[in-house]
């Protein structure tokens, strides 16, 4: 069998870390082609090392500069480059056969793009990438007849729960809904009153996944979930009312699709990334990821219920946002991203967040996006507002 190229796009996240820990087991399928990281450049330096990539990447030439010596200086031969073009350089290069595009937010989209242009084997769990642009991401996909697999656990498990023909139709395939699984987050249970003086620290803190910081905050105010109904849409071409959403606080069961003939099928496992990591990295094989088996005697329960919108309500902006379509989704995203940061610098509390959204949202008409400046355009108006309303607050 001849090595996979790899290119780990948010190579220093923990889809990154994660990834490289599954890459590394299996030293017989995947070599790495290139690795990106954009601030944690010690990080970077131990990885370049351990894996031996032909070129590395990080934001700015100062940084270049100094990662390119220590790797000089350590005997390494991996190139150093720098910027945007550079992430677009190694996602679509000749010698690559996948991409797993791990960045956090819209500084992903170039290059995940990129990479869907030139038609590689995109692994993608920089979701607001898809959720920004999605009418013109899948079409890109459908043009170059890339091979887009999801890493995001729900949409992954959606995935292995699909028939294999599932893009005739989903009703076609006799789906009736797809049931898009949540935890609920830390604060499924906090009085609603002390949602307004919650800490970044205790909004980082999951019950059940480690991740980087935008996604627990994320996950937090369920706009994570709201971001991953937009996403299931366009991977799955579902309507929103296609897709219900299940509090499920123990995260075992990743999501499941309901069937006209009553069937449901799930996919479960111990919330370890590393699973649908290796499930997109060696399909339609499958190959050893780490991960503990499920122990169902250790489980003691599974619990369900629905969701709040009262108590999370980032979850209806997104539908609405969804159901609205054009830019809104677009606009949704970047508001959040300069919301979540916001909060995360302590300008704004956890509750204006999902305020910050609603104006931006209210106050921007939603268009047709043809073209990606469309899509670019859209997201900087968002910015520009949302970064007013945080000023506007963060005084008051
Ligand atoms: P993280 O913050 O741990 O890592 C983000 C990566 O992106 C880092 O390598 C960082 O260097 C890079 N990066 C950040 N800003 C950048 C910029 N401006 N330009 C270039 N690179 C930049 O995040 P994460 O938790 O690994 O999440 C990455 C993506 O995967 C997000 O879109 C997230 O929603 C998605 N995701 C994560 C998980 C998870 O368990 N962590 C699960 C599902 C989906
Ligand atoms: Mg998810």
């Not at 170039?110 to 692994?123: D, F, I, M, N, S």
């Not at 993608?124 to 009418?135: D, Q, R, T």
């Not at 023909?165 to 006799?174: A, F």
Request: charged letters at 20%.
């Amino acid at each position: 069998m001849s090595l996979q190229q790899i290119t780990v796009l948010g190579a220093t996240g923990s889809i990154g870390l994660s990834t490289l820990d599954v890459v590394a087991r299996h030293p017989d399928r995947y070599q790495v082609f290139a690795l990106t990281g954009y601030s944690r450049l010690d990080e970077l330096q131990a990885l370049c090392l351990q894996h031996r990539p032909a070129f590395a990447v990080v934001a700015d030439e100062a940084s270049a500069k100094r990662l390119q010596g220590a790797l000089v200086a350590a005997g390494s031969k991996t190139e150093v480059l720098f910027g945007e073009a550079a992430l677009c350089e190694v996602a679509g290069h000749g010698e690559v056969d996948t991409v797993v595009a791990a960045i956090v937010g819209a500084a992903g989209l170039r290059p995940t793009l990129a990479a869907v242009e030139a038609g590689k084997k995109v692994l993608l769990a920089n979701k607001e990438a898809l959720v920004m642009s999605g009418a013109l991401f899948m079409q890109a996909v459908h043009d170059s007849g890339a091979v887009l697999l999801p890493l995001d656990s729900e949409h992954n498990a959606i995935f292995q729960c699909l028939p294999g023909d599932y893009s005739r139709g989903l009703s076609q395939v006799g789906v009736r809904r797809i049931l898009l699984t949540a935890s609920g987050g830390p604060f499924l249970q906090t009085p609603l009153e002390q949602l307004a003086t919650v800490t970044p620290e205790q909004a980082c803190a999951h019950p059940n996944w480690s991740m980087g910081q935008k996604i627990s905050v994320d996950s937090a105010s369920m706009m994570n979930k709201g971001l991953e109904l937009i996403e299931a849409c366009w991977l799955f071409d579902a309507q929103p009312a296609q897709i219900q959403v299940v509090i499920h606080p123990q995260s075992v069961i990743h999501s499941m699709v309901d069937y006209v003939d009553g069937s449901v099928l799930a996919q479960l496992g111990n919330p370890d990334m590393r699973t649908p990591i290796s499930h997109a990295l060696a399909w339609p094989e499958r190959i050893d990821s780490g991960v503990s088996p499920l122990d169902f005697f250790a489980l003691a329960r599974l619990d369900f219920e629905a969701p709040d919108e009262q108590r999370f309500p980032c979850l209806r902006l997104a539908r609405e946002a969804a159901e609205q379509g054009g830019t809104a989704p677009t606009l949704l995203n970047a508001a959040n991203e300069v919301a979540v940061s916001a909060f995360l610098q302590r300008r704004i509390s956890f509750a204006q967040i999902p305020s910050i959204i609603d104006r931006v949202l209210s106050s921007e008409p939603a268009t047709a996006a043809t073209c990606l400046e469309d899509v670019f355009a859209a997201d900087s108006r968002a910015r520009t507002l949302a970064a007013q309303c945080v000023n506007q607050r963060g005084e008051a």
